[in-house]
């Protein structure tokens, strides 16, 4: 008698396990439908629209107007060195994290260098803004509140911090709609910054 009344409470009580593993699979399945990104979009493919819905993430905005980065000042000082502080900014997995003038392979001199021409022509059509103006603006918010995920470990001591970017108008160019910036980890400096239209690091 004993093992007849204890198959029914063990089938009651597996389906009762079993209600509640459905259950609970329905509720992660609708909270994963919100953080989730729709699979059908690539990076091209996004608008500011739906990144600004993106729960935690933080859209670089570049204002159409607005004053001159960094200014004369702050690079007639990088005529005397290169370790001239550009920027400071603060973060939460760094801590500070500097924008030095650098050189060729690092900080405000080598995005001169080597990106000056990725800016303008992300900027291109979107107000008169320098394209330093645009770069230490995306720097700082790449920084202060990167995209979930990030910073992302970019190997040889290096970090990666990655943001979706806009126009005060709304739009986001097809073409480069993401900032990146690179971070020694090591000591803290910013290596490189530059708009892609790629996603990841």
């Known amino acids: 008698m004993a093992r007849k009344r204890t198959r029914p409470a063990l089938a009651g009580l597996a389906a009762v396990i079993a209600a509640g593993l459905v259950a609970a699979g329905v509720v992660l399945t609708t909270e994963r439908s919100g953080d989730d990104p729709d699979p059908g979009s ?6 500011a629209t739906d ?3 993106v ?3 933080v859209t670089v905005t570049i204002p159409r107007e607005g004053p001159d980065l960094p200014g004369a000042d702050v690079l007639d000082q990088c005529r005397s060195s ?3 502080v550009v920027a400071r900014y603060d973060t939460a997995a760094l801590g500070e994290v500097v924008l030095q003038c650098g050189t060729s392979a690092q900080g405000y001199e080598h995005i001169r260098v ?11 059509g979107h107000g008169s ?4 103006d645009a770069m230490l603006t995306a720097v700082q918010t790449a920084l202060g509140s990167p995209r979930d995920g990030y910073p992302a470990d970019a190997g040889d001591g290096k970090v990666c911090f990655a943001a979706p970017m806009r126009f ?3 739009s986001r160019p097809d073409d480069e709609p993401f900032v990146k910036v690179i971070v020694s980890a090591t000591t803290d400096r910013v290596i490189t910054a530059y708009p892609t239209r790629e996603d990841g690091c």
């Open 168 to 170: 005060d108008d709304g």
């Open 82 to 84: 290169s370790r001239q």
């Open 114 to 124: 080597r990106h000056t021409r990725d800016w303008q022509d992300v900027l291109a």
């Open 42 to 47: 690539g990076s091209t493919a996004t608008t």
């Open 51 to 53: 990144a600004a819905q």
């Open 55 to 57: 729960p935690g993430e």
């Open 129 to 132: 803004r320098d394209w330093d």
